[in-house]
């Protein structure tokens, strides 16, 4: 995922495309796992008379939602967590079921625009990236992890093929004086990697994103909030996600085709279902959908830009299983410090 152009801020991609497979409608109630901007939950409460539970991990975009929750009244609900807890942040509230789940999967424009969370290459900041203000931070991770995990989270998150390369530069530079800032990360990881080259892409992106994904624990949120989706959905409930980058595409497209029959997992934690077991979702169109070329143009991040989308049959939900994902033997910040 590459660092967004200032055209692209606080626009949601596939708007139109995210609103047309939830169907809102009067009396529903819907959640937007992924509040941000909140352009998707105003969206949803201006197409039909429904409710909104907004959910975001992020104080300061919840923050800036009370303007859109008084505009509302009582049919937007801000909640302040990890939409991989949706099951329980909504129970918590006397909610048992919902008519729609939205995710748009990954750090939102406005983190990426403050220098002073971390996330950026761009401007020199303080090397932070965390979505939660708490917890370990990015530097953390850069100072304290051992080289081989270092270059292993790089590698997978990041897909870095000068993963070992850009390890042993942090490892050595360290070693000297601890590294604090992004600015001074992006510049041993742009010696590391070899310049940018023809490429466009600045040669700090994927360690960047690696350490971002892996800070937040995003790959994991994001099977646990499919889960909390599938759990929450009702009958006739509608799942729309949205993804940037083929990490979080791959979990959406094994997690749906899990559930909809076009694929069960083996695993030995979750045996094949027996013959004919009911899928509990149905797919909304086969495969991926894009932004339309118009979009593309208009707004950069939606240039990669991937749409899945499901609706829940009336199928008990299937266990949560990390490795049918692709998630059994990825890194984990518990215990890598």
């Known amino acids: 995922m590459s660092e967004r152009e200032p055209s692209a801020l606080h626009v949601p991609v596939m708007l139109?495309?995210?609103?047309?497979?939830?169907?809102?409608?009067?009396?529903?109630?819907?959640?937007?796992?992924?509040?941000?901007?909140?352009?998707?939950?105003?969206?949803?409460?201006?197409e039909a008379d429904c409710k909104v539970y907004a959910i975001d991990r992020d104080p300061e975009a919840l923050a800036r939602g009370r303007v859109i929750e008084k505009e509302f009244g009582g049919r937007l609900t801000l909640?302040?967590?990890?939409?991989?807890?949706?099951?329980?942040?909504?129970?918590?509230r006397?909610?048992?079921?919902?008519?729609?789940?939205a995710l748009d999967v990954g750090v939102s424009s406005m983190q990426l625009d403050q220098a002073e969370r971390g996330f950026s290459f761009m401007a020199d900041g303080p090397l932070d990236m965390r979505m939660a203000s708490a917890g370990p931070s990015a530097a953390d991770?850069?100072?304290?992890?051992?080289?081989?995990?270092?270059?292993?989270?790089?590698?997978?998150?990041?897909?870095?093929?000068?993963?070992?390369a850009?390890?042993?530069?942090?490892?050595?530079?360290?070693?000297?004086?601890?590294?604090?800032?992004?600015?001074?990360?992006a510049e041993i990881v742009s010696r590391a990697v070899g310049g940018r080259g023809a490429s466009r892409i600045h040669p700090a992106t994927r360690t960047f994103q690696a350490l971002r994904i892996f800070v937040n624990d995003e790959l994991r949120e994001l099977a646990r909030g499919l889960s909390g989706a599938e759990n929450l959905l009702r009958e006739g409930g509608r799942l729309a996600v949205v993804a940037f980058h083929s990490l979080e595409d791959r979990i959406v497209k094994k997690f749906l085709a899990e559930r909809s029959g076009a694929q069960r997992?083996?695993?030995?934690?979750?045996?094949?279902?027996?013959?004919?077991?009911?899928?509990?979702?149905?797919?909304?169109f086969r495969g991926a959908r894009?932004?339309?070329?118009?979009?593309?143009?208009?707004?950069?991040?939606?240039?990669?830009?991937?749409?899945?989308?499901?609706?829940?049959?009336?199928?008990?939900?299937?266990?949560?299983?990390?490795?049918?994902?692709?998630?059994?033997?990825?890194?984990q910040l518990e215990g890598a410090l």
């Open 16 to 46: 139109r495309d995210v609103l047309d497979c939830l169907a809102p409608k009067d009396g529903g109630i819907y959640v937007d796992g992924t509040f941000g901007a909140g352009g998707y939950t105003r969206a949803i409460l201006e």
């Open 79 to 92: 909640v302040e967590g990890c939409f991989g807890d949706m099951e329980a942040l909504l129970h918590e």
């Open 94 to 101: 006397g909610v048992a079921a919902v008519d729609g789940v």
């Open 141 to 164: 991770v850069v100072n304290e992890c051992e080289e081989a995990e270092l270059a292993r989270i790089i590698f997978i998150y990041g897909e870095e093929k000068k993963s070992r």
């Open 166 to 185: 850009v390890a042993r530069a942090i490892v050595q530079a360290r070693g000297k004086e601890k590294i604090t800032r992004t600015g001074e990360l």
């Open 265 to 284: 997992a083996v695993s030995r934690h979750m045996p094949l279902p027996e013959e004919g077991a009911p899928a509990s979702f149905s797919l909304l």
């Open 290 to 331: 894009a932004a339309s070329e118009a979009e593309a143009q208009d707004n950069p991040r939606a240039r990669s830009a991937k749409l899945r989308a499901g609706v829940r049959s009336g199928a008990p939900a299937l266990p949560l299983d990390f490795a049918s994902l692709g998630l059994g033997k990825a890194p």
